[in-house]
C-alpha cells in the first residue's frame, strides 16, 4: 500500500532508506506566504543528526538539506516543497551475512514476510534516518504554527528507570545535557545508567513528553478525526514508539470522576478556561484551548553487541553479536521527531478546521 | 471537516446523535460474497446495549439494527451495506438548563468553540450512542475476518484500582460477570468497587486488554500506516481512551534491548516464530504472525451526580450536580467498541495488503 | 473498493439498490449553521422523481426524503447528516429469467466479472435510483454555495439530433417543457423525436450543459485536483455519461491561439475580468471569476423494449426484449444530477481553497 | 490544498517548477518485485524532451532521471521511488516585464488570485515541465501493467482541422513523423498547417486517441470511482485539456438505443465479448474486457508571438507578444504524458480490485 504519505491538507511524503542515495520530503498543501530558507530547515535536523554526544551513533553524516522546489523568493508558494539530504557514509561492505538471518526486535523478517525479499543493507524503510523526511516536513509545519503563537516543546521525561522530577523542571536545561532532559539532576543520573548500558553492551529506552501551547479551542474532529486520535496515530507512526498516552493516560484509568474531571472556570481575562488539566488539553477529540500534553513511550534500541539467539531466513538457529554504529539509546534523538509529527497534525488540523462554520466561510468570500 | 468516515478501503462512515431520530453506519469497501445476517449484527450491538446490570444506565433501548442495502440472498453484494438503528427512548423534557452550561470531562464546551452552538440534548456526536455505527461495522469487519481464521478477543483488565491477575486468566468468565473480566476474584473486587463509587456519586475508569489471533505476518505498511499506528487512532477515536499501548508497552520504556528484544525461533511445523512477545505481535509496523496484544485506558465517566463546579455559557460560575441515566463506569459496555475497531482496522489492512508483490497479483490476474 | 464517498472536506458517502429497502447518503464536512430542512431536500428530489411527464418511467414512487441527523433547530450542526428515502414500488416478481442473462448496454455482466454475482432483481447500484443520494447531498451543498451567491442551472442542450438555438436562450422556459430546454422549439421538435424513439422501441441520448455563475477567482488546484478534473470526474460518476467538456471544449482542439486565448480586460467595476470566454471559466485548473460552463454527453437509455441479441451467464445466444417501466430518455431527469454532482465539487473546493495562503490563516485565528 | 498527489494506492506524488532546480515524483504503493532501471523511465521521458522536431519548443534539456530510492538489486522494494531530473536551461534573465501583467490562456491571474503571489520566472507548476513527474511515474506502472499483458498506446488523433483517416491507421507510423500520427498522409498535411501556423506567430491544438488492450472484466467500481470517471480526471489534470469522451463518446448522444448498444457474444473461445464496441470498453463504470478508447481535446498553445491586448497585475490595459521558446502545439509531446496518466489509473485500480471478493481473499491468505 501507499503508506508514505501523511496529513489531509498539509501532507508530507517521504521516501529514502539508510542505504540508498538519500532521504527525502514532499509538503504538499503548505499555504502560501510562509518565509522558509533552509538554514530554518537545517536547524531542525541538526537536533536528530548523528555524533552528537556519546550516547549516538558515530556514523558521520552531515545530513545537509537542499530544497528543490516551492520557495521562491523567501516565502512558500502554496506548491509542494521538494526537499533532500544526499546519504553521504554508505560504508560498502560484505552485507551477506546481516543478509541472511533476522535481527530480533527489526523488521527484517516482517519485511520479508510482507514484500518478499528486503534491502537488507541495513533498516531500509526502518531505519531511524526515515525521519530525516519528517524532521524536514515538520519544520515547514512549525513555521506556520510560530506565526499563529504556537510553540511545541518535546523532552526527555524518563530513561530506563530514570525520571525526571517536575518539581525540577527546567526547560532551558534541555539544550544543556546530551539526554535532552530538563532535569539536570535526572539526566547525570540517566548518562549514568546509559554507561553502564554501554559497558554491558545493552541498550534503553525511555519517555518522551511534550507540551503545547497557544492552539485554539475547537481543533479536530468530533469521532475518527480526534485531534488525540490523530496525535496517536502519528506518533505512534514513528519506529520503537510502544505507548502514547494524553494527559493523565494511564493514569486516568485508575481515577474516579471526580478526581479526573477539570472544572471549568475564567481567566483574569474573563476567557473560559480550566482549573485542572488531566484531560491534557483536548475534550471530545476536540482541542480546549488549554495546554495539550502528550507522552510517549520509546522501546530500547533492538540493535546491541551482546549475543543473541535468532534464525536464519531458512529457519536454522544462529548466535548473533550486531556490530556497528548503533545509538545505545534513541530518546534524545527522536525528541525533535515527536514535535515534528506533532506539529505536522496540529498544522493539517487547524487547516481542516477553517471549514466548520458557515459564518466563516461567508467572511473569508465576502 | 469530515471526519465520520474511517477505513481506506474497508471504510465506515457513521451518523447519529444520542437525542436524534437514530444513529447507523455505511460500510462501503466490503468484498462481495460474505454471509451476513441481521442476527449476527445484532449480537455484537446487544453486548453494548444498555440496561444489562446494575453497572449500566437503566435508558432503555432495544438497539434493533436493521439493514438497508448492501445484502442480497443473505450474501455482501460488493456495494455499500446501510444500517440503522432508530432511537426510542428520547424523553422529552426541558433542556434549557443543561444548554446553558458546560459539563466537565464533556465536549459541550469544545463543540460550542468549534461549531458556534451545538445540539444541547444531549452528548450529540460524542454521545457513547455513536459507537453504534462502530459495532455495527465492526460485525461486518468480523464476519470477514472469522472467514480468514482471525479471533479477537477484549476484555476488562482493570477497573480503578482492581487488575486482574493473568495466573487466573478465564476467557469463559468474560461472560459470566457484569465487568467483562477474565479473573472471577477481580471481578467480585471490581463490584464492590464500583458500588462504593455509586454509593459516593461518582464514577470509575478502566483498562481494556485487548488479543488478535491469526493474523498473518506481513498486515501493515513500514512508515506512516504501520498497523500498530492505525490501531492507535482507531482506538483513540473512541471516546474516553486517554492511553493506548501494544505489548510491553510503557513498560518497555524501562527495560533494556536485551531483556525486550523477541528472539526469533521455529515452531513445531519449522515455522519461524518468536520466543517471546514483548512486541506485541508488530515489528517495523507489521504483523510477525504472532499474538497482537494492545491495551486502552478509559477515564472515569464524566457524568456524575456529585457537586461540580463549572461555568454557564458567559462564564457564569455555577455548581452543577449532573442527574439522569448515567453509566458509573463504561468499560464493560467499550469492550466490544474495542474489538468493533480492532476488526475494521485489521479488516482494511488486509485488503491494502493484497497488492504488496507482483507475484501474486500476477496469479490473481492470470 | 470503497467506491462510494465523494469529496475530500465536504463529502457524501451514498448506499442502496433500486430494488432494496431503500436509498441514502450522509453527508459529511458540512459546515454548522446552515439553515436546513426536509422541504428543501425535496424540491430537488422531485426534479428526479419518475412519473412527472410520458417521457419518464410510469414507476411510481414518491421518493419522500427523511432527516436523520445532522440537523438541530432548523441548521446544519457540522455533525454528518443522513437522509434517506425509502423504496415504494417494488414490484414482486420472478427475476429468474432476468438472471439468466446480460442486457447489453448495462452493468449486469461487469458486476458479475467483478462481485462473482449480483443484485438481478434491477440495475442495483448500477439502477438511476442511485442518484437519490447524490441530489439529496446536492442539495446540501447548494443550500451552502446560495448562501455564497452562487447559482448553479443545468439543462437539456440537445436530445438525439435536435439542438437548442442559444439565440433563442431562454432559461424560464426549462421549467415549462418536459424535456428541460431553455428553447421553446427545440423543446417541441425534441417531443416529436421522442414520440417516435417510444413508437420503435427504442430511446434517445442527448447533451446536458451547465452554468455555474458567482465562483469566485482562486477555486481549484493546478496540478491533479485542478478543478475542471474534479468537475469531470464528477460528471462522468453519474451512470450513462460518455463525454464531458469545459468551455469550447473538442472545438478548442481545432481552434488557434490566436482565437481561442481569452483576452484580459477590466469590467465597469475595474475588476479583471475575460472579454470572452473560450477557457469555460477556470484557467490552470482554477476559476478565474467568470462563467464556469461545461457540457456533459448522455447515452440513450439501454433499456429497450426492441429485440435485441446478448447471451446467456453461461454463453448460450439468446433474443431479448426489455420489458417494464423505462425512461426513454433520461437527459431531463439526470440535469439536476448534474447539477448536484457540480454543487458537492465546487463547495468541496471552496473549503479546500480557504487554507490557500498564510495572510487569511492568520487572519482566522487571531 | 494538497493537489500534487494522484491515486489511492499506487500513488504519485508530483513536485517542482519549470525555472526551479528541478522536477520530480515519489511512486507510493508501487508492489514489490518490479525489474527497474533508469533506462526504462528514461526511455519513456524522451518520448517528451524537448528539441525533438521544428514544432517543439528549441530548450534545450537533456531531462536525465536519477531514481534516488525504492529499488534494490533491480528491483522495487515495495518503498517509495523518488526519481528526480535536474532542470539545466533556466535562463537568466529580467523577469520584470512578465513579471507585471497576465498572459492570456495562462494562469499567470488564477495563480495571483489563489495564492496572492507567484514564480512568474516562467509557468511555474503549471509549466508543461510538470508532467515529468507524471511520465517517470506512468513508467513504473506501465512496468507493472506490461507484466500482467496491458498495452496502452495513446497517438495523435487530429491536429486543428487535421483528423487522421483511421482507414489508414498504423500503428508502426506514428515514431516516423514528428507529430505521432498514425497515418502518413494526414502527418503531411498536419505538418503544413503547423508551417503555417507558426510562419502566422499562431498556435494549434488538436485531439489525442488512447486505446488499451487487455484490461481484464471487473476493473472499475460501480458508483463514484467508476474507471471512466478516474480516466476522465487523471486526463483532465493534464494542462490545456478541455474535453475527454469514452467509446462513442459525444456522438453517443445523437445515437439511439438500439445503434448504441454493443450486443453480447461470445469470441472464437467461448468467452463472452462484444460484438461492437461503442461503449469504448467499460460498462457501468467496470471494464468488460474489451479495448478501451478514449479521447481528449488539446487546445492550442496559449504562448504565442502574436500581438494579444491583456492587463497589468493593476489592470491596466497592456499589448504584448510572448517572445521565447514555445511549442506551436503541444499534442505530439502529451501523447506519453496521456498513456502516463492513464497507466497509472489503470494500475491503481487493478491494485484496489484485489479485494472485490471474499473467495480471492481467502485463496490470497490460506
Known sequence: MAG??????????????????GLGVVVDGCPAGIPLSEEYIQSF???RKPGQS????PRKESDTVEILSGVFEGKTTG????????????????????????????????????YGFRDYRGGGRSSGRETIGRVAGG???????SALGIQIQAYTKSIGPITCDMTRFDLNEIKHNSVCMPDAYAADKAQIYLNACMDNQNSAGGIIECIIDGVPAGIGDPVFEKLDANLAKAIFSIGAVKGFEIGDGFAAAASTGLDNNDAFCTDADGKI????????GILGGISDGTQIVFRAAIKPTPS???????VKRDGTPITISIQGRHDPIIVPRAVVVVEAMAAITIADM?????????????DFYK
Chains 1, 2, 3, 4 share one sequence.
Do not use: C
Open 273 to 280: 478556561t480550566k482549573a485542572t488539566n488531566h484531560a491534557g
Open 79 to 114: 506548491t509542494p516543497i521538494s526537499m533532500m539530504v544526499r546519504n553521504e557514509n554508505q560504508k560498502s561492505k560484505d552485507y551477506s551475512e546481516i543478509a541472511s538471518y533476522y535481527r530480533p526486535g527489526h523488521a527484517d523478517f516482517t519485511f520479508d514476510a510482507k
Open 139 to 145: 519544520a515547514v509545519a512549525m513555521a506556520l504554527l
Open 304 to 310: 546491541i553487541a551482546a549475543q543473541q539467539q535468532t
Open 4 to 21: 508514505s504519505t501523511y496529513g489531509t491538507i498539509f501532507k508530507i511524503t517521504t521516501w529514502g532508506e539508510s542505504h540508498g542515495k
Open 54 to 57: 556519546k550516547f549516538t551513533t
Open 350 to 362: 487547524m487547516l481542516l478546521n477553517l471549514g466548520a462554520k458557515q459564518d466563516t466561510i461567508l
Open 45 to 47: 535536523l541538526d537536533r
